[in-house]
Structures are given as C-alpha cells and as structure tokens.
C-alpha cells in the first residue's frame, strides 16, 4: 500500500516550519549579524593608531559571540578561521574563545579537534579551562559511547574539583546504557557531598534506575523517600522513575497516586503520562472513568497531557481501541458525570493521523485496523471537532485525504475535497495529498479539476510533477497542465484543451501568436528576439493577443474593462487597482507595434 503524505511537524493550524529549520534559521541569522559586528571591529582596529583596551575588549567579545553562534552549527573551520583573525590583529583569545572552539569540534563530531584544543587551553599561561570545558568533552564521549574514556575524564575533572550536576548527569546518563556500569554509577553517586554540590531531579532519578536495573527496588524507593534531604520537590524525572519501581513490584495504586501527587504540583511529562497508561494495561475504560475521578477532584488535565496519554495508548494498543477511549474521553464517564475534557486540535489530530496511518501498533492491532474503513473514522471525528467547536486545521484534513486514498474510493475522496475546500484554506501539501491519491487510482479527471481548483498564489507545479509521475501512460495526453485565467475569452480555453500537454510556447511564439512568418516584419523580429517583459500567456486577454492596436475589447468601455484579476484574490474578482487609466497605460505600444 502507497505511502501516506504526512506533515513533518505536529498537527497545527497551517503547517508552520518545522521547530528545527526555525532554529537553524534563527542560527544562521545570529551568525550574519555576529559577523557584521566583527567585521566593524577589525576596521576600527586597523584605522586606530593607539592602543585602545577598551576597544581590544569589545572586538574580542564581538569575535567570541560569533565563534559561539558558528559554532552551534558545527562550522568548526569558519570558528578557527576567526581565531586566527584575531591572532592577526593582536587579540588574545580567552576561556570563551576556547570553549567555543571545543564546542565546534564536538558539535561536528571531531574529538581529534576537541582534545587539541583542550590541550592547547591546558598549556596556556593566563587561561584555565572551566567546568564547561571538561563537560563539553564529555558529552562528547558520550555521545560516542566511550565509557572508558569519560570515566578518565571524569576522574580529572574530580581531581580538579570542578565537578557539578550537568557533569553527574552526563556521566550517569552514559553509564545507564550498560547494566555492568550501574553499579559503577551508584559509588560514584554515594561519594558526592550534597552540601558543597546541588544536584537537581535528574541526577536521583538515574541513580533511582541504576538500583532498578540491578534488581534493587526497595533502595530506589528509600532514595525516593530521601527526596528533602539534598533539597529537592517532586519532579517529573523522579515520579517517573519511582512509577516504574512501584510497576515493578505490582504496586500499581502506589504509582497512581505519585502521579496524582505530582499533577498537583506541576504537569508531567510524556514518559509520565505514558507510566500512567502502562499502569492500567489493556483496562482502557477504567482509565477514562480513572481520569474523570481525578478531574472531579480539581486534577486539571492539560490538552497536552492528554495527548501523550492518547499516544501511548495508540503505540501500545492500536487505533481502534483507541477511538474507544476518546469517545470515552468525549462522551462523558457513566461513573462520574462530569462535562467534557479540555480537547484541542491537536489531540484530535493525533487519532486520525493514527487512524489513516500504516503500522500504527503491533501486528495484531495492525491486522485489525485494515479491517475496517478509516475514511469514515476520520470523518466521525472531524465532524466531532465541528461539533465542539474546534477549528478544523490542515493537519487531520491531510491525514484524512490519506485515509480515503487508503479506502481507493476516487468518488468519496473527491466529494470530501470538494465539500472541505470552501471551509478550510488548503495548501500545496494538501492539493498534492489528493492529486496523488487520484492519480495512483487513474482517474485523470478529478486530478484535472484539482489542478483547476488550485489558486493561482500556490504553484501547481509540483502537484503536475507527482500527477506525471504516477498516472498511467495511457492516461497523460489527457492531463491538463495549465491553468486558465477567468478572464480567458472562449477561443482560449478551446485551444488549450485541444494542446493538452504539448510544450509551452517560447517568449517569441506568445508575442507572435496568430501571425504566420511572412507576415511579420523584419523590424518586428528584430524587436521579437531582444529580452523584454512578456506579459504571461495564461493571463492575456484574447483581443490583446491579435489586435494590439486595438484600444479597447469589441462592445465594452474602458472604464468597465478590466485589464487583469488579482493574483491573490478569488477566481471571478477584479483587482480594485484596475482603472480606465491604468489599462491605457498597460496598453502603451511597444517598439515591437509602432503606432503609425
């Protein structure tokens, strides 16, 4: 079965950029203005012609932000291209430059690099490395799973006193992964003095694992219990972890309520939520009514705790047994009558991306998911959304469009897009969703009414691309890949049905069109084959085409003569900037036509 089109980013209003071409972005733009700044500095040195400490201090700030912003994005060589600018102009580089400097080693995977430079700041007379230092090459190596070799690290940073939480998290994060270093972990965690170094959540929460993983759990609790001594509050690293213990020593109602205690305090987070549903097993109404007590009880469940509950439910037990609990969710509880959950968009879109999605749980689940219709799923609740008074975004639309292309109903599918286009402000991904879903199913036609429906602000050619790719041989002289203008006078449209995919014309063709080659002069070919302005063949009138003399259109004013739509407004519409007088103006011969 064909691949769905899914979004990349999490069900939102219009498909925004993703979280990481943002960041990356946002880097790349840092990096611009870091770079002007340097650049503004080195002038104002090379000009000066004494010896300014401010100015040698501002330039080496200016030089390290842009060595921190590159090396974010791991351009190790630009960062040490900087460094030796400022060697060239007489700048001493300081603990931030060479933090950086292992910083863009490490972020571009270079532990050669990393430890020159850590060497090299080792052996300076004036600068020290700090804990950041260590910590960076530490991450390094656990990032490659060197235990050896962090662990020697470690034992220099101990030497050296420098040792914090972000080094015990770091070094416990990595020991985690091989059972046979816990222990190892659990010494290291008994030496600490919790009155010279603070630890945080996630430190006891490791070393909470460490006495689980070596079958330990009444330790793991006591630690839990111990939680005020290094002067900690509940957290949801260590409620998870103390969930996990009770769950493995069945104490199932014990783990229930340190998610209670927690949700009191501050909201959970995913693998809370998903300790949570692993506490009821397969007994899914019992954790709706569950839920439903609690929020009697003033528990007040996020839209976004309830969708990591929701995905959890859907990993471990499949679609269908998940639309049972949300319609558990949604419909009220018959325990306790309680009005419905704070839902959003996003919730709902979650189930019906799972619901037209292929491999959404084990085998089993899978198995019995293909059994049923999704299209019809995914209806019933988009029309639960409308009902609630949730806006429909594009998210679970597309995820819809998939779950009729799963079906192979061309009718139904081409029914929902035409009944949702009105509503809802498609974009590119989801005209493409539906004209690739047409044209696996053959059906040349819907596939040209989508292209037709598409507005002329959203470029069609990717959607012809895909429609090329996957209808049949067969099937492509039919394929309409133009769009008419709805000013195009009949003749046109005519005559671009009759084409159908035959290769545009070139830019002297359109200027030409309707005059054979003895009729054209040589003055006109002349002016024909220069590189000017021509006006876009779809969106030519007729009578400007073949009568560029004539001043206005056959039976028509020029005050009511609309020269052209607007790009961005609805097919049928005039744009408000088209007057008597910017038409004539539009209109001025070119030195193709003189006037005679």
Known sequence: MAKPHERSDSPAQHSPPSVAKQKKLKQKQQSAKAAKQVEAKFRQLELSTSVDSSLRASSTIACNKLIAAEARQGHLEQVEQVLQDMRCHCLQPDIYTYNGLIHAAVKANNARAAKKWLQELQEHPSVQPDVTSFNTILSLYCKSNRIADALELFEDIKRRQLADRVTYNTLFGLLLRDTQH??????????????????????????MKFYLRLEQPANSLMLFSNLPTYRLELCSQTTNAAMLTYLEVNEVQDARNVFVQLARQTRPDEATCTSLVTSFGDKLEAFAD??????SEGIVFTPCMLGYMLKAVIAKHGSLLAE???ARLTGGSKVVKMAQFDLDAIVF???IQAIASEG??????????????????????????VAMGISIPLAPLTSFMNALGNDG???????EFRAWQPLVEFDELMYKTAVSWLSKMGEVG??????????????????VGTARQQLPPALLPQLKTRRQSPHASPTTRRRSEAQGRQQQPSRQQRHHHGRSAHQTMPSQQHHAQQSRPVHDYAWTPAYQR????????????????????DRHSPPGSVSRSDSATNWRRQRAPSPAHPRS
């Open 546 to 565: 073949h009568s560029p003399r004539l001043a206005t259109p056959p039976g028509l004013q020029p005050s009511a003569t609309p020269f052209k739509a």
């Open 324 to 326: 049972q609990f949300m």
């Open 290 to 295: 569950w839920l439903h007590e609690r929020r």
């Open 360 to 385: 959404d749980a084990s085998t089993t689940a899978v198995a019995e998911d293909h059994s049923q219709q999704r299209g019809p799923r995914c209806r019933f609740w988009l029309r639960k959304m």
């Open 409 to 415: 109903d061309a009718n139904v599918l081409m029914t």
């Open 182 to 207: 816990c222990q190892t972990g659990i010494d290291i965690f008994k030496a600490i003095d919790p009155t010279t170094t603070q630890l945080d959540g996630t430190t006891i929460a490791y070393v």
């Open 349 to 351: 879109g979650i189930l």
């Open 446 to 463: 819907y596939v040209n009414e989508v292209l037709a429906a598409m507005p002329m602000h959203i470029s069609a050619s990717r959607c």
